[in-house]
């Protein structure tokens, strides 16, 4: 996987933070996360999806859909990353932790994130790539829902660029190589 350096990031949700720079940090983990979503194909663990979590720079957690592995319809690769990073941090808190995921969180996941505090995600592509290989649409409604009280503490950033283009792909790229559930 490409290491690109030219990633930008644009700002959405609430706005109103300062801190809209553009991280090269985001493109490395992002850039993980996406590595997660080929590697769920390529195991049979699950959905193309990965999710990384980062506390003070450093990778806590990285994971990816677990929904076949599992026989769990509810492990999706976020909702598995806050699971696993709280336990190895052995905490519920994870309001010192950034997420990103290498798509926009379904509403479970954004929930999952929103319940543990995360301070802080990055997602890679739109939830229209994922639903153009059969994956449910509710997944664009949490970000883009109505759910506003969740998103108050959450800072949210949309990958652009080579990264975003890299998490687009991995959709159409290993839609033949697992039977969707
Ligand atoms: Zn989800």
């Known amino acids: 996987m490409e290491n690109n350096q030219d990633l930008t990031l644009n700002y959405e949700a609430n706005g109103k933070d300062s801190s809209n720079a553009v991280h090269d940090q985001d493109c490395i983990f992002l850039t ?3 590595e997660e979503a080929y590697a769920a194909v390529s195991c049979g663990d699950g959905g193309p999806f ?11 957690v990285q994971c990816h859909n677990m929904v076949l592995r599992n026989t769990d319809p509810t492990a999706h690769a976020e909702v598995t990353a806050v699971r696993m990073a709280c336990k190895k941090l052995g905490r519920r808190d994870l309001s010192d932790c ?4 290498s798509c926009e969180p379904c509403p479970m996941c954004f929930g999952a994130i929103h319940v543990s505090k995360i301070k802080r995600l990055v997602y890679g592509t739109e939830a229209e790539a994922a639903v153009a290989v059969g994956f449910d649409d509710f997944i664009a409604d949490a970000i883009r829902g109505t759910a506003k009280f969740q998103k108050v503490h959450l800072e949210i950033k949309k990958a652009d660029g080579g990264v975003a283009e890299a998490a687009r792909g991995v959709f159409q790229k290993t839609k033949s190589q697992f039977a969707m559930y």
């Open 98 to 101: 950034e997420i990103y995921a």
């Open 32 to 34: 993980k996360a996406v």
């Open 50 to 60: 990965g999710a990384v979590v980062v506390k003070d720079g450093e990778i806590v």
